[in-house]
């Protein structure tokens, strides 16, 4: 067996290790997709009369939509009649801080490896839990909100803070701006909200943590960031499932707001299942993501790091409305097995001296289809901007694909915008040169490919690149970690 | 140590190695030269294990040991080392990164703790004196756009890092000037000890003026065709050859 061969085969029997699921008893929508449904979870969520009409517009335009196809993934079409549109934990009454949350569910988390104990966390990172529909609990509220940052469930950001809800929900991705998007306002159970006062840089990361528990349940969350001016935040989200026959459907949106001077770095390690070795199961994982630099002189950065789910589409993107803001995306897809994936970005550079930088690096594996899309504008009025982009594509074995996909779209004739691209092969000539030096072949195909991804963990915060990269290792090396 | 025995290898069906005879001890070097073609480099790819190259007939003993059915790694961590003669890049990994990984897996095989960083500088440091490497150098891109000395510098650096038992030097002179092979070959000699021994293929004579061979054996189609002190390889330079093709080829069979 030639050793491409087997580091296929040791891919292959990878094993995905968050796959359990756990029975709670869940507080549960009827299944099905339906104006009734939307008024039931806006009933439930003890909505303002305001959101539930916003929910019905959407549902509204939504109706009107078709599933896009343009995309370069293959899958069978959902029937979303079929989902459950809220699955929630049952609890004691809205918790109001961490004491009064139900052990239980504090249990799931700490067999994720993720300590809710505000005292057991080492470094400072404050965490929302979403668990199915409902955001479970968020920790360090108190410290936070002696620096006027708000960081709560959308749920309670609904009820706390209807003025900037009412402000900045739909003000990046507009309700109607796409299938997924108009779905996800007319169904979307909770998520996260964070505003970051004037002037006042968040002293820890903010973290999100997604885990889908129940079957047959979409996951439909949406995330809130607001940055006033010259305010600084970190924000990590993370994301696990079960392994279920099935697929599952997670549609989120994530809106961004930068204001003048201002600084969001946003990092995910998507971990969602992503199918057995047979390409049976795993989540769809359709999400719109979009930051607006608003004000001048701000700033978006971009993290992901994508190793789960058995679809993923989905686009981070940054509208550079401000000048001199900067936009930036930093992407490692890894895709193994029949994992298809359709990500990258959108650049929109509409203020003067606006800067973006996109550095994407593709790893293809097994008989998966890894495709890089990107997008960048420049509008008339956006002179000297500048674009930077670096796509790498590496094939792993002869049975995956890399794609890419690059749009470029230029009115002013200042912009300077590079592209560059590379495609390679992890050679067996490396892995015998490791090898050589008494270097197992799993061990150099996680130092080789984490070599090829570095650019994109240096952007991780500290403790988030380790787990990156071991995570990188577990999705290439199958069971040998 | 090491002790090839009527060592047959062919790559895609072509037969290049047809009957090695070697036998190497302890303390000493052997210097392996021939014209292009004759089969140094698979020699010294075969006894590394490179899957390309497939054994047809013959056995390798290393430290008493059959050594042709173990992985590369495993002879790696038994303690025989290749110096490339082509260093392979790999972009985003530092050669200390590299090292440390390799190192720790070395001996973790041997049973032996694995070093802790501030060991493992301590220890990079004193071998880095003896190749005259530079620290900048490590902190680079394993082998990306280094010069042609600074990788064959960077492999005896690697060596001197790993310790072998055997180092098998692959044509490590090609490319070097003349103060590289001076500070290559000063590195190799102060690695020399009665416990380790070196294999030095090479088509020239000249690395033999710095590196002293005890034996120098002469490789041609596949076969050591003549053995002899490092008066042989004074002879070769002077002859080139064509000598010992005429020699053989008027008395082969095949």
Avoid at chain 1, 3 to 14: A, F, H, P, W
Avoid at chain 2, 44 to 65: C, I, N, P
Wanted: proline share 3%; glycine share 8%; net charge negative.
């Amino acid at each position: 067996m030639s050793k491409d061969n087997q580091i296929l085969e040791n891919l292959t029997s990878k094993e995905y290790e968050h796959g359990w699921s756990v029975n709670y008893e869940a507080d549960e929508a009827p299944l099905g997709l339906n104006e009734d449904i939307i008024r039931w979870i806006s009933a439930k969520k003890e909505e303002p009369s305001w959101l539930l009409e916003w929910r019905l517009k959407a549902f509204k335009t939504w109706q009107a939509m078709k599933e896009p196809e343009w995309s370069n993934v293959n899958y069978r079409k959902m029937d979303l009649q079929a989902l459950r549109y809220y699955s929630a934990p049952k609890q004691s009454k809205n918790p109001k801080n961490l004491k009064e949350v139900d052990p239980e569910l504090i249990a799931i988390y700490e067999r994720l490896g993720i300590s809710l104990n505000e005292q057991k966390r080492l470094q400072g990172i404050a965490i929302d839990v979403v668990l199915d529909s409902v955001s479970v609990a968020t920790t360090f509220k108190e410290t936070l909100g002696k620096l006027g940052i708000i960081f709560c469930s959308f749920s309670e950001a609904v009820k706390e803070h209807p003025d900037l809800i009412k402000k900045y929900l739909g003000s990046v991705i507009p309700m109607t701006d796409n299938y997924y998007a108009s779905l996800n306002a007319a169904v979307f159970s909770d998520g996260s909200f964070c505003y970051i006062p004037k002037g006042v840089r968040c002293p820890m990361e903010l973290s999100t943590y997604f885990r889908i528990n129940a079957a047959n349940t979409g996951q439909f969350e949406r995330t809130l960031i607001v940055a006033d001016d010259s305010s600084y935040v970190s924000y990590l989200e993370g994301c696990t499932a079960p392994q279920r026959d099935e697929n599952q459907l997670h549609a989120a949106v994530v809106e961004i707001y930068a204001g003048a001077h201002s600084e969001v770095k946003y990092s995910t390690v998507q971990n969602w299942f992503p199918g057995d070795k047979n390409g049976k199961g795993g989540i769809y994982n359709f999400v719109t993501k979009r930051g607006i630099c608003a004000g001048d002189h701000s700033k978006i950065s971009w993290t992901q790091v994508e190793t789960g789910s058995a679809i993923t589409w989905k686009y981070p993107s940054c509208i550079l409305k401000g000048d001199y803001s900067i936009g930036e995306f930093y992407s490692v897809a890894v895709t193994n097995n029949y994992q298809q994936a359709d990500t990258g970005t959108k650049m929109i550079h509409i203020g003067k001296n606006t800067k973006s930088r996109i550095v994407s690096k593709g790893i293809s594996a097994g008989k998966s289809q890894n495709s890089y899309r990107g997008q960048v504008q420049v509008m008339k009025r956006a002179h000297n901007a500048r674009n930077f982009s670096q796509c790498d594509s590496l094939l792993m074995g002869n049975q995956c694909g890399a794609h890419t996909f690059p749009y470029i779209d230029i009115a002013n004739p200042s912009a300077k915008v590079e592209h560059e691209a590379t495609t390679s092969k992890i050679g067996e000539d490396q892995i015998f040169y490791c090898n050589q030096r008494g270097i197992a072949t799993e061990d150099a195909v996680a130092l080789i490919v984490n070599g090829y991804a570095k650019e994109v963990l240096n952007q991780l915060p500290m403790e988030f690149a380790v787990e990156a990269q071991k995570l990188l290792a577990l999705t290439l090396e199958g069971s040998v970690g | 140590m090491l002790s090839i025995k009527n060592l047959h290898a062919s790559i895609e069906g072509t037969p290049i190695l047809r009957g090695i005879n070697l036998e190497v001890k302890a303390g000493e070097v052997h210097a392996i030269m021939g014209p292009n073609g004759s089969g140094k480099s698979t020699l010294a790819s075969v006894l590394a294990g490179r899957e390309e190259y497939e054994v047809t007939d013959g056995k390798v003993l290393f430290q008493g040991k059959e050594l042709l059915s173990l992985s590369p790694e495993d002879r790696a961590r038994k303690g025989l080392f290749l110096a490339f003669q082509y260093p392979i890049e790999i972009p985003g990994v530092s050669t200390t990164n590299f090292l440390r990984t390799a190192l720790n897996q070395v001996r973790e095989h041997r049973g032996q703790e694995p070093l802790d960083a501030v060991k493992f500088l301590s220890l990079m440091k004193e071998k880095m004196a003896l190749v005259e490497i530079d620290q900048k150098l490590l902190s680079r891109s394993l082998n990306e756009g280094f010069s042609g000395g600074e990788k064959k510098r960077n492999e005896i650096f690697q060596m001197a890092m790993l310790e072998p038992v055997l180092s098998i030097l692959d044509e490590t002179d090609s490319g070097l000037d003349i103060d590289a092979l001076r500070i290559v070959s000063n590195g190799v000699n102060k690695l020399k000890s009665d416990k380790t021994a070196t294999i030095v293929v090479t088509h020239y004579q000249r690395l033999l003026d710095y590196i002293i061979p005890d034996f120098v054996h002469v490789l041609y189609r596949g076969r050591i065709v003549k053995s002899g002190t490092k008066e042989l390889a004074l002879e070769l330079e002077e002859k080139g050859y064509d000598w010992i093709k005429e020699e053989v080829d008027s008395t082969a069979t095949i």
